[in-house]
């Protein structure tokens, strides 16, 4: 299976669990307050959000008052609820005296709990999720002091001051003690200055305007890395370097006669070799200085690979938990993340650096953060991740999300006052069509990157 196949299948799962458990928190509350589900569907069985567009399932089956299916438009799902206006927009139960089993008779405080029922739910899974990671896996991260090269600085880290093999200390006075904290400190928290160790000196580099647009934008690389040495990891058969007879382990340490001890070395007098030059490497195989020669090919490719994990060359830190810290930590990590979420979307209307049409993704963006290689890791800790950000976007005061109808139950519960059908049904039309045009316009977004 192909590394794209492979992102496509997990985020199909992951989403596909996290959007029928979503819907189960709705049914469970629901069916808690004795309310009638008519229908609880994967996906929708009409075309979003014209309830009566296109109305068919891909497989349906009815048990007791309710009718289970997957729809065949693949934009989410929904549970139909007697009684409530929802995207099914079912004007003529509506129409009708409300019936004891109906969401429009129930206690506000009960349709409450209804409402926030799916995001209940996103909420516990990616704590159970986090857990089960923590207590399997534990907790691993390379310490900014074990980076013992300092960092590896991209073009738009040079162009505010940073120089390959800085060693980060401090961002706006406060320790950097976790190499993956560099670059949240400085565009989540939006830090002002970065203090590093340069030759044995501190040097206090300020994030210049622009420096955060570049980063976000992501066309100018990575930022910074831990700067690694290079070390050859695999040779290609028949290329360039085997004929010269470069081996797995070598450690290339100059090219022509110019240093490269590390990757940024090499990297950039590579750029400046021409085809059909004479190149000679300078290695250390075992301990021992040698030399080899060759050629720079026609396509430039001289045939081996580079080790990039920094697993390779650092000792990473692991913290083991047992069953209750592992809770804890599950808890604490949730919040945490949906409190960088919340920072993150803050930041898309109020920073001067990050732009929305930069930011804000769809599907496409969702399916990037998945892997190639399938990691049983990475897949739990992802899709926690998204059952934050489905938690999130749902609780928006936005008519058609979960939000919308809670801004409305609580202003029920605070005046006594209920809102009417007709004010209902216009809110979520409007908010059903606003919901489109969102995710059209995100979607959108994704497919222009692809061109670009």
């Known amino acids: ?13 992951a989403l596909s669990l996290l959007i029928v458990l979503h819907e189960f928190g709705h049914f469970f509350f629901a069916r808690l307050f004795k309310t009638r589900v008519e229908k609880f569907y994967l996906f929708f069985d009409f075309l979003f959000p014209f309830s009566g567009l296109l109305n068919f399932a891909l497989f349906k089956k009815k048990k007791g008052d309710t009718e289970y299916g997957i729809g065949w438009f693949p934009l989410g799902g929904y549970v139909k609820i007697a009684g409530m206006v929802d995207e099914s927009m079912d004007k003529e139960q509506m129409a009708l005296p409300p019936q004891p089993w109906e969401y429009r008779s129930k206690k506000a405080y009960q349709r409450l709990f209804i409402m926030l029922g799916g995001i209940i739910v996103n909420v516990i899974l990616a704590i159970v999720l986090y857990i089960a990671v923590f207590s399997i896996y534990g907790e691993e991260y390379l310490p900014v002091a074990n980076a013992k090269y300092g960092i590896m600085a991209d073009s738009t880290a040079r162009s505010m001051g940073l120089h390959h093999g800085d060693k980060v200390i401090a961002i706006d006075g406060q320790q950097v003690t976790r190499f993956e904290k560099i670059l949240p400190s400085i565009v989540m928290d939006e830090g002002k200055v970065i203090t590093v160790e340069r030759d044995g000196q501190r040097v206090d580099l300020p994030v210049k305007p622009g420096i955060v647009h570049s980063i976000v934008s992501g066309t100018r690389g990575t930022f910074v890395l831990p700067r690694m040495p290079m070390v050859v990891e695999d040779v290609a058969k028949g290329k360039q370097a085997d004929k010269m007879g470069l081996q797995v382990n070598d450690s290339i340490v100059a090219l022509n006669g110019i240093p ?180 059209a316009y995100a979607n959108g977004l994704d497919i222009l990157r692809l061109f670009k």
């Open 260 to 439: 490269t001890v590390f990757i940024d070395q090499y990297d950039s007098v590579a750029k400046t070799l021409a085809v059909g030059q004479p190149i000679t490497l300078s290695i250390i195989r075992n301990g021992q200085p040698m030399q080899l020669t060759g050629t720079l090919p026609e396509d430039r490719i001289v045939g081996f690979y580079k080790y990039v994990d920094p697993e390779h060359y650092f000792k990473f830190e692991e913290i083991k938990y047992g069953p209750m810290a592992a809770i804890g930590k599950g808890f604490s990590y949730t919040f945490e993340k949906f409190g960088d979420y919340v920072q993150n979307f803050k930041l898309m209307f109020t920073s001067k650096e990050i732009k929305v049409n930069e930011s804000m993704g769809g599907i496409i963006s969702f399916g990037k953060i998945f892997p190639a290689e399938f990691d049983m890791q990475k897949f739990l800790m992802l899709t926690a991740f998204v059952s934050v950000i489905l938690a999130f976007m749902n609780l928006l005061p936005i008519p058609g999300l979960d939000g919308g109808y809670v801004i409305f139950l609580v202003w029920e519960m605070i005046t006594g006052k209920q809102v009417s059908e007709k004010v209902m049904e216009r809110a979520t039309s409007v908010g059903l069509i606003l919901l489109l045009a969102l995710m």
């Open 1 to 13: 299976m192909s590394g794209t196949a492979m992102k496509v299948v997990q985020l199909f799962v």
